[in-house]
């Protein structure tokens, strides 16, 4: 059954992710980083965040994250909006608030979903969102966006002065054999070849979702592109490496074709 047509990103126990192909799912244990972020910045950003129901965000998130390890889903392009940008997941949406809605809008269908790759200390997004969620459900396993793709579904070539297909190898509890993480690691390792390997709008392009880590080789530590052309930069250059997230920034306000902005009236809610 296609998908295409239908207009609503909650209905009917499914629910649409925007772009599928660059998720990547972690646990609590995986972010030893991360902290109350109220407390980290000595402020409270939301003043009605013990309003939100997060067990049933958490609760969702994770039913939205069994689906993405599945290689069946992913792979069926009956699942897929017509133009590729969307993929449809089973979910038990029931009893979703409207506050909770727009918290799982803001993380799945919008330009500022929780985001980081494992190798990265800390999110560009979604601190709030991944801090109440885990509070609410400890044991939930929590949908992140790559920053490393997204950067690549604008034309660039990432193999810029870091080898990052090799950073996500030395990451040590990063688990690339299966599920979503193994088609994560394998997209890593895929745009890090060079040829201009890119994703583009439509997400039924790409690698095969049967495609192994160990079928792409790990890309040597050389400099090829970056932006305007190509640089032989040191390796670990900061200068370069910390660009990513700071380019990442100006995109996420940036909604995705047919998926409205997520607005409360506060300048959204990504919390």
């Known amino acids: 059954m296609s998908v295409g047509d239908d207009q609503s990103t909650i209905a009917g126990g499914r629910f649409a992710v925007w772009r599928p192909r660059f998720w990547w799912i972690a646990r609590r244990t995986d972010l ?21 129901d997060w067990s049933a965000v958490a609760d969702t998130a994770d039913e939205i994250a069994a689906q993405l390890e599945r290689d069946d889903v992913v792979a069926d392009h009956r699942n897929y909006s017509d133009e ?14 409207e506050a909770e809605q727009i918290i799982l809008k803001s993380w799945f269908q919008t330009g500022i979903p929780p985001s980081m790759d494992p ?19 400890p044991a939930a396993r929590l949908p992140i966006s790559s920053l490393l793709l997204r950067w690549a579904s604008n034309g660039h070539t990432t193999r810029e002065n ?7 190898r030395d990451v040590p ?19 890090m070849q060079g040829n201009h390997n890119f994703f583009y709008t439509d997400h039924r392009e790409g690698p095969s979702v049967g495609v192994q880590v160990e079928d792409l080789p790990v890309p040597d530590d050389l400099v090829t592109y970056f932006g305007d052309g190509p640089r032989m930069l040191p390796p670990q250059s900061p200068r ?32």
């Not at 991360?34 to 009605?48: E, K, Y």
């Open 32 to 52: 030893m980083n991360l902290a109350d972020p109220d407390a980290t910045d000595q402020r409270i950003r939301w003043s009605d965040k013990d309003k939100v």
């Open 84 to 97: 590729g940008t969307l993929l449809w997941v089973d979910c038990t949406t029931r009893q979703l608030g």
């Open 119 to 137: 190798w990265h200390r800390h999110l560009t997004d979604g601190r709030h969102r991944l801090w109440n969620s885990w509070q609410a459900r």
């Open 162 to 168: 870091d080898n990052y297909a090799k950073r996500l």
């Open 173 to 191: 509890w990063f688990d690339p054999s299966v599920g979503a993480n193994r088609r994560y690691a394998v997209h890593v390792h895929w745009v």
């Open 240 to 271: 370069l490496r910390d660009r990513l997230p700071q380019v990442l920034r100006r995109m996420r306000t940036k909604s995705p074709q047919g998926v409205d902005q997520i607005r409360d009236g506060r300048k959204g809610r990504p919390c």
